[in-house]
Structures are given as C-alpha cells and as structure tokens.
C-alpha cells in the first residue's frame, strides 16, 4: 500500500461498548428498587453496543418497508414487507419485554426495568420502538373494558415476536397499533368523521379514513370513530375469527424525514369490524392513557438519542486530533461536549423518574400519579424539544465524518423531531399540561412539593422555583405563555432531580447554565467553574466485557 491510502487520525468504529453502561441510568434503575433487571440490562446494553445491531439498524433503514396491495392475481392483501433485520429489532425487544410484559410483571420496579430497557435498545434502531411503545400502551386503555383485557392482554405480553397475518388467537404474541388522526383534524380528534355503526351482534362497523397509522403491519389497532354516543375508542383486528381480512385498506405508506425503518400508513375503514373500547362517548379518555403512556416512550426515546450523540461525539474526540492535541482535550471541544453530556443525563434523569412514577402511581400511590400526570406533559414538551438541537450538535462534533450516512449520525438527525411531533407536537404538548393545571390544580401542588424536595440544597436551583412560582401565580395572558411556564417547570424539575440524585458536577454546571442564566443559545456555552473532565467522563464509552 502507498502512503496515500495509509488511514491515520480516525476514530475506531464506534463498537464492541456496553451501551447499559450509563452511570445516570443505572442509579436511576436502582434508585426506583428495579436493580433486580441489571443483568438483563447489562446483557442487552452488549448487544446494543455490538457490530451486529449496529448493521440490524443500517440495514432496516437502508430498505425502509414496501407496501403490497395485492398479489400477483389481483387479490386485495394489504401487507407490508420487511428486511429481515428489522425482524431480529422486533424479536429482541420483545423477548427482552419492550413491549407490553411489565403488565404481566409483579416484581417491584417493573415498568421503570422496562424503561432502561427501552432506553438502552432504542440507541441501536429507533423506528421499531414504535409498535413496541403502541403494544406497550395498548394494555392500559384495553383494562377500561376487563373482558377485552383478558382475550388479548396476555398475548400483547407475551415475549415472543410471532409476525405474519393470522387470526390473534392463533398466534403467539401480538402487537398492537393505533390510529386516530384524520387529515382534517390532526391533533383535534374530536373533529374525526370516521363512523362507526352498532350491529346487532354488539360489534361495530366502521368506515372513514385515518390520516396517520402506526405500525399498519399490528395485529390489533386501537382506533377512534363517531358512534351513536359521540366519539368512542374501538378495537379492530387484522384477521377476524372466521380467518377472513378486516376490511382494512392500506392505500400508502407516508415518506418520512426520518424513521424510515417503521411504516406509517393512511388506511381506509370500508365497514370494518371492531369492538367498542369503554363506553360510547368517552373515546378520548380511554384512549389517553394509552397517550399518557407513549409521551412517557417519547422522552425516553428522546433522552435516549441524546446519550447516543454524547457518546458518539466523545469517542471520536477521544480518538481524533487536531492541532498536536486530542479534540477531547481542546477546551472549547471540552465545553461543548459536557453541554451535551449534561443536556443528556437531565434528559434521562427525568425520563427514568416519570417512569418510577408509573410504577408508583400503578400500584396506588396517589401522589405519584399527581406527579406522573403532569410530570409527564411538561417533561413530554421540553425534553423532546431539545432532541433536534441536541443531534445537531453532536454530530458537528464529527465534523464531515459526521454529515456522511456512514457514521449513523444523519440517521439520529433525522430521527430526532419525531418524537417531539408524535402524541402531539409542542404546542399540544404545553397545552395539555395547562390542562392538567387546570382541571386538576393538585398537580400543581404535587410537582412543587417534588421540586421543595431540594429546597437549600442550590441557591440557583431556589431563584428558579421561586420564579416559577410567581409565573404560576400570573393568570394574564395565560395560554400566550404557556410554552415559557412549561420550559420554566421542565427546567426546576430536572435541576430538582440533578441536585438530589446526579452527579454533582453534572448538577452544578445544569443550576449554573439552564437555571443560573449563565449560557448561551448555543451548546458548548457553560461558564467556567463546572468540572468538565469528570462530567465527559460520564460519556467515555466503556468496552463490552
């Protein structure tokens, strides 16, 4: 070889690391009594930091799914066909329990297990968390009709991926989908003109068409239509009892900015059979706690993405040089990766908490269910709000290395609006926890009293609760700004939690720059002060073992 083509001062690929090894992570899991699941973490997070996964992702991406509408003799058959890749994505995460198996687990700590899980296994391929996070959301709106919830619970559980268009009972394991938006009506589900009319029978037959499907390949859908009664949640199966389709009309798969391994389809109801979900009328509140449930798989997959940018762009830093030093050891190189590394464990730090909150609020806890209740919308709104900004950055990091598909950071570029539009964009996102404010002003009283939890403990993190308190008390001009007050309470929230259970120079240079005022607009803006080593530290990939 000539000395043209000798490769020098590049990174190593960034495989062979335990993507559990997440120092915030882990506490978290710990901290909510679910240490039990490390293990499994541990195992996982190998083989998400491994060759392998990485070229399941590519590959899933790099042949997105093709609708088949009939077959080569004219029949109608709506399927949707997948690289094989992203079937070993879906196998692992549910037989890891992704999906909907915390439903089915006792041991304490269940859904915040899951959680890591989800976190660690979505930094390999974010797309197929999509019908994961639908199956796993599905459970809690089939509980408000018990006797759907014992045909199809247990197969929703079950942890065997068990893909193909057969009737449910017939199958090992099921996934579910869901399907609410119209074309003229987006978040505004009320506005839906899709009807479903009662038969004789007690089913439903529905017509009308759906703007936005998840996961059209799901052999359940969870979906909203006009009854007699008003708007009302039904449950539609693929197949029927009989083996016959549903009359399920897949006309086109969306071609999305990103997400380009999971299909989003518009489907059309041509008198489609389904079963009424709760009551007629009450459609909206069935079906939002399954929204309550996927905005909690938003701000993990959010957080999620962020720790995969900080990790990327710490380990080509680590590796590559420039101007006789190593980036990492470059000081503006050092502030801008601890900026992402701090936005990241913030991100997660909070995500993981909401997650203990469901396990608390499901086993009775009422004021934890107060906390999850808004907790969730306001973490739903910033968090996810934070992702695009965050990819950005990271993957300038990598400079040109990191504009090319090759390094997977386009990929998380591209993903990272979604999860901040999916379950309602920002505005919703504000909205709803102006809504939670109001129908239940004890949420309020809840997420403070979670914020005085750390009163004394900073005197940044004291000024800030002090404001937001006096924001709250503000009634003019309330919905105007509402995005301010949401932004103001996501921030308390994650420096409450930084201070009493982060890293402590994590939690200083937070409280110093998002709630001491003392940072730019930009990432790599932190004053000095922070300890930046030990807080890239956190982020350094560790080897698999």
């Not at 993990?300 to 050891?329: E, K, N, S």
């Not at 403070?448 to 001009?477: F, H, I, N, P």
């Not at 807080?535 to 073992?545: F, L, Y």
Request: include cysteine.
């Amino acid at each position: 070889m000539t000395a043209t083509h000798e490769v020098t001062n590049q990174a190593p690929p960034p495989y062979g690391h335990d993507t559990a090894a997440d120092p915030a992570l882990l506490a978290a899991l710990h901290r909510a009594g679910a240490g039990w699941a490390e293990p499994e973490l541990r195992a996982l997070g190998r083989l998400a930091g491994s060759e392998q996964a990485a070229e399941w992702g590519r590959l899933a991406n790099e042949h997105p799914p093709v609708l088949r509408t009939h077959d080569r003799f004219g029949h109608r058959i709506d399927e949707v066909e997948f690289h094989p890749y992203w079937h070993e994505l879906m196998r692992t995460a549910v037989g890891h329990g992704l999906h909907a198996a915390p439903w089915r687990d006792d041991r304490p700590g269940a859904h915040t297990a899951r959680a890591a899980k989800f976190h660690v296994w979505s930094q390999v391929e974010a797309g197929h968390t999509c019908p994961v996070s639908m199956t796993y959301a599905a459970v809690p709106a089939l509980r408000t009709t018990p006797a759907l919830a014992a045909e199809f619970e247990p197969l929703l559980a079950a942890t065997e991926y068990d893909f193909g268009l057969r009737e449910p009972h017939g199958k090992r394991g099921l996934i579910a989908g869901m399907s609410m938006t119209e074309k003229q009506g987006g978040s505004d589900v009320r506005s839906n003109t899709t009807t479903a009319v009662p038969q004789p029978d007690g089913s439903y037959r529905l017509t009308g068409h759906k703007w936005f499907t998840s996961a059209p390949m799901s052999d359940l859908f969870l979906t909203l239509a006009q009854a007699p009664g008003g708007l009302s949640c039904f449950l539609l199966p693929r197949v029927l009892p009989d083996g016959s389709r549903n009359r399920l009309r897949l006309q086109r798969l969306k071609d999305k900015l990103g997400n380009k391994s999971n299909a989003s389809a518009e489907i059309e109801y041509e008198e489609a059979y389904g079963l009424l979900v709760g009551e007629e009328g009450r459609g909206v509140r069935t079906i939002i706690e399954m929204v309550n449930t996927t905005r909690l798989d938003c701000t993990i997959g959010a957080a999620a993405g962020m720790r995969l940018g900080a990790t990327r762009a710490v380990q080509h830093a680590l590796h590559r040089r420039a101007f006789g030093r190593a980036l990492v050891d470059q000081p503006l190189m050092r502030n801008v990766l601890a900026d992402l590394v701090v936005e990241s464990e913030a991100a997660t730090t909070v995500a993981m908490r909401l997650a203990q909150a469901t396990d608390a609020a499901l086993a009775g806890d009422g004021q934890e269910a107060l906390v999850r209740r808004l907790g969730l919308a306001v973490a739903k709104y910033w968090v996810c709000k934070r992702g695009p900004a965050h990819a950005a950055e990271a993957l300038e990091c990598l400079g040109g290395n990191g504009y090319v598909e090759e390094s997977g950071m386009p990929r998380l570029y591209r993903e990272a609006p979604l999860v901040s539009i999916w379950e309602g964009s920002g505005n919703v996102a504000a909205l709803d926890a102006l809504r939670a404010m109001a129908k239940h002003p004890e949420t309020v009283d809840a997420l403070l009293g979670e914020l005085d939890a750390a009163a004394g403990a900073d005197r940044r993190l004291d000024a800030a609760v002090a404001g937001l308190r006096k924001q709250l008390a503000d009634l003019d001009q309330l919905e105007y700004r509402t995005r301010r007050l949401v932004e103001a309470m996501a921030l308390a929230f994650q420096g409450s939690l930084l201070v009493r259970y982060g890293d402590p120079a994590v939690a200083d240079a937070f409280c110093a720059s998002r709630l001491g005022g003392d940072h730019g607009a930009a990432f790599g803006t932190l004053p000095p002060g922070p300890d930046v080593a030990a807080i890239i530290d956190r982020a350094r990939p560790v080897p698999a073992a």
